[in-house]
């Protein structure tokens, strides 16, 4: 049996500040990978990012909040990662940024596309430092092509990339996502490339640059609808939450008793009707002709809907859920984040919220990582890491300077 | 250059797929990534298969659609597991594979003596990964989702929809719940993959749908960790504990430009913003130097929000976006997924692929890579295959079943 962790001794130096590629290296780092962070001195706004904690106590608002290192947000998403902090205009701090480089195996960043090139640290200019390094960008658009100077953040790829345009009702604006659904995807598609790129080295010896536009990722998540359009002609829009193919109903969400709740319900077919109606104590309308076929039930959605809800509204919304799965009807409660964190029985089971200890936050609550390695688990080791945190021990334990030499560094201020 | 010819990262990996809706996008990231993917359906077809739309408007199983795009560059056969023979081929296809990923309920591969402990008495070093609703194990194990209540249970639904609460939540389209547990069922099926590297040993990746959707939701669980309080769904914007200005605006051309937003701006670059509103004569009483005053534009949000709407009204939606991104404003443009296929900057960078479609005479253009990998290219390797397409090839070619028997096979509906 081989010790440690599945990416023990893989070195990654990662540039990216905002979430896309801080959620990619989480993953990697969640399973072992030395993720060492590089910031620049003066903090950067998204380790400023509420909610807030410290020593255990949370923080009502920003006024109290006197240090870069206390941020939940911040913590969530960098947690068993390394820090430093670095002057790369100077010399001596960019110097010391490409020994670094020369000995690791991966660089992320998720820049825009021309800040890499503008440090001197291009991929050709990786590559001379380390002919194996696995690089990775993640712009919004990409490195290349005429459009790579539009800047962007998650609910922007989303919308360039039609996702926003694909959510919410017909006959309403676009509801869109309501949070960087991309820079979850942009991270998944960035693990995704740092996975089989190792692979491919592993193989070969070869690293490679990989180059990820997230609008291109994000489009090609509703790629069913593109081909349909590329090979019929046909567009469709956002439908809410019915569904065309294959034709369900009743399948949406509907209101439950109390303030906001809802419950989500999909039904196939006749049996999961009869299912539905037998749930309901068979009441009158469901016996309406209308109702009685798939497509019956799919023309008169409408109607349909309205019956149901006046059913479901005033039922409590777990019960419901209970219920209706006790007859073979898929159906779940819109889950809200604290409906998650203190009721989820299967996630309070399955252990998916975890502490780390912060020097400065204190014991505090992140999300565990979905994959579940039986032989070689994910670990939670440490919170994020405080601003500079690990400079100079990484410039003393990796590149074998002294304490003098750090001493000095510290002191003209390029750590 | 033709992605056939050439070698993609995991371009060695045998994957065999047991076909399932919910599975087929993890077995894509892996097929377009170089791996030999081969999917095993029932005879006559995995129900997928009759998911429309369809090329050519009338349902068959070789012409669905969303079956063509999840199911690239794999190899398709015939199977019924649950008769004897078919599983003595199924064990030796497993013999000679690197990776099994499956989506069957709890207990289901074990109950027919198929489950990891068997297949790893053989082949110690098999991966394995079952992709289910909730995971192996938990009170919630058994119960039935669609891809919308995935969405639902999951969080990302409770965090979408618009300001107006009588309109229930919405779930983004595209089936996400299944591309975010893709993605998440793919990381730790490479993280096996590379960990057998060194351990010589496989082990079984329990992937739960409602794990890896709880960890796709962004502010939604950090609010509800550190506060215990649910984010509020608004229109085309981040969902907040506390409301927040809108920023999705309607243009004159009835497109919408995202992402609009100012109080983070610095004061040179409000100064810019004004002078491009001013340029039309809209800039209203912006100039006024106390709006130099962060505090005092956060204050005034509601005023300067109407100028820019009016601003909007009178210019098209890609001309607000070019403008604002011209200041260096992360605006956004609202944009319909078809758009990005004609954009010109997917085809600087060669965005979408041409796939051949042989059998009928045509080729279509596909959603390309989501990552450019510069030494071993993404590629759609071949057209999804038909129902049973390789069943000679696989099983007779290299199983090194006699024709005889599979044509005997296929008569008592094994394969």
């Known amino acids: 049996m081989a010790g440690g962790q599945v990416f023990s001794g893989l070195r990654i130096i990662d540039f990216s500040w905002w979430v896309a590629g801080p959620h990619a290296t989480r993953i990697l780092a969640d399973f072992g990978a030395e993720v060492i962070k590089i910031e620049t001195k003066t903090p950067h706004v998204y380790r400023m990012n509420g909610p807030w904690r410290k020593h255990g106590i949370a923080l009502a608002n920003q006024s109290q909040v006197d240090s870069p290192n206390l941020s939940g947000t911040f913590n969530n998403q960098n947690r068993n990662k390394l820090g430093m902090a670095l002057d790369v205009k100077d010399p001596r701090g960019m110097a010391h940024l490409r020994s670094l480089i020369a000995l690791s195996d991966v660089v992320i960043e998720n820049f825009s596309s021309r800040v890499m090139e503008s440090w001197g640290l291009g991929y050709d200019q990786l590559r001379a430092l380390n002919p194996a390094i696995i690089y990775v960008s993640l712009a919004g658009m990409g490195h290349w092509g005429r459009d790579r100077d539009i800047q962007t953040m998650g609910p922007i790829v989303q919308a360039l990339s039609g996702l926003t345009w694909m959510s919410g009702f017909p006959d309403l604006p676009p509801a869109g996502w309501g949070y960087s659904y991309m820079d979850h995807l942009g991270g998944y598609a960035a693990a995704t490339a740092i996975v089989s790129a190792l692979y491919y080295r592993e193989q070969t010896g070869q690293g490679q640059w990989v180059d990820i536009s997230q609008t291109e990722v994000g489009n090609t998540l509703l790629g069913a609808e593109v081909l349909e359009y590329t090979v019929t002609g046909n567009t469709r829009t956002r439908n809410g939450n019915r569904l065309e193919h294959p034709a369900a109903a009743p399948h949406g969400a509907y209101r439950c008793a109390g303030d906001d709740r809802w419950i989500a319900i999909s039904v196939f077919n006749d049996q999961e009707w009869q299912a539905l109606c037998e749930a309901m104590g068979q009441p009158e309308w469901t016996r309406d002709p209308r109702f009685a076929t798939p497509s019956g039930r799919v023309a008169h959605q409408d109607d349909l809907d309205r019956f149901l809800e006046g059913w479901t509204c005033s039922q409590e919304d777990y019960a419901l859920m209970e219920l209706l799965q006790g007859h073979g009807i898929a159906a779940g409660v819109v889950q809200n984040g604290v409906d998650r964190f203190l009721r989820d029985p299967q996630l309070k089971e399955r252990g998916m919220f975890v502490t780390v200890e912060h020097p400065e936050m204190g014991t505090s609550p992140v999300e565990a990582v979905p994959i579940r390695l039986p032989e070689a688990p994910a670990t939670y080791r440490r919170g994020a890491p405080l601003l500079g945190e690990h400079s100079a021990e990484v410039l003393s334990r990796v590149l074998g300077l002294t304490p003098e030499e750090i001493g000095m560094l510290a002191q003209d201020g390029v750590i | ?415």
């Open chain 2, 1 to 415: 250059m033709n992605p056939r010819q050439t070698v993609g990262p995991l371009t060695g990996l045998r994957v065999v797929e047991l076909a399932d809706e919910k599975l087929q996008y993890c077995g894509k990231l892996f097929a377009d990534l170089g791996a030999d993917v081969i999917k095993i359906e029932q005879p006559g077809g995995d129900p997928a298969r009759r998911i429309g739309p369809f090329y050519g408007g009338v349902p068959h199983p070789d012409r669905s659609i969303p079956f063509w795009y999840d199911n690239t560059s794999k190899r398709g056969i015939t199977l019924n597991l649950a008769a004897s023979d078919a599983q003595r081929l199924f064990r030796s296809l497993i013999q000679r594979s690197d990776v099994l990923l499956e989506a069957r309920p709890p207990g289901y591969l074990p109950g027919l003596g198929l489950g990891y402990e068997e297949l790893s008495q053989e082949h110690p070093r098999l991966v394995m990964t079952s992709l289910t609703p909730f995971g192996q194990h938990g009170p919630w194990k058994d119960l039935k989702i669609s891809e919308l209540v995935s969405m639902a249970l999951g969080g990302p639904m409770a965090s979408c929809g618009y300001d107006d609460h009588s309109v229930p939540p919405v779930r983004g389209g595209g089936g996400q719940g299944w591309h975010v547990a893709g993605h998440y069922a793919f990381l730790g099926t490479m993280m096996a993959v590379l960990r057998r590297q060194a351990s010589g040993r496989g082990q079984w990746v329990d992937c739960s749908i409602h794990e890896a959707l709880s960890c796709t939701t962004e502010g939604a669980a950090v609010a509800a960790m550190y506060e215990q309080k649910p984010v509020i769904r608004q229109t085309g914007r981040h969902a907040t504990v506390t409301p927040s200005a809108p920023s999705q605006i309607q243009c004159a051309d009835g497109r919408y430009v995202a992402g609009v937003g100012w109080l983070r701006v610095t004061d040179a670059t409000w100064e810019q913003l004004v002078a491009w509103l001013g340029r039309d004569g809209m800039a209203m009483d912006l100039g006024d130097p106390r709006y130099r005053d962060v505090a005092v534009r956060a204050a005034e949000a509601g005023h300067i929000g109407e100028v820019l709407e009016a601003y909007c009204l009178t210019h098209t939606a890609e001309e607000v976006f070019r403008g604002a991104q011209a200041l260096g404003l992360t605006w956004g443009l609202v944009r319909s997924p078809y758009e990005v296929v004609h954009d010109p900057h997917s085809q600087d960078r060669g965005y979408t692929v041409r796939v051949e479609h042989e059998d009928l005479g045509q080729s279509f253009q596909y959603p390309g890579a989501p990552y450019v990998f510069g030494v071993s290219p993404w590629g759609v390797r071949r057209r999804a295959p038909h129902v049973g397409e390789h069943n000679e090839e696989v099983y007779c070619g290299e199983l090194g079943l006699p024709k005889e028997r599979l044509t005997l096979l296929a008569e008592y509906g094994a394969i």
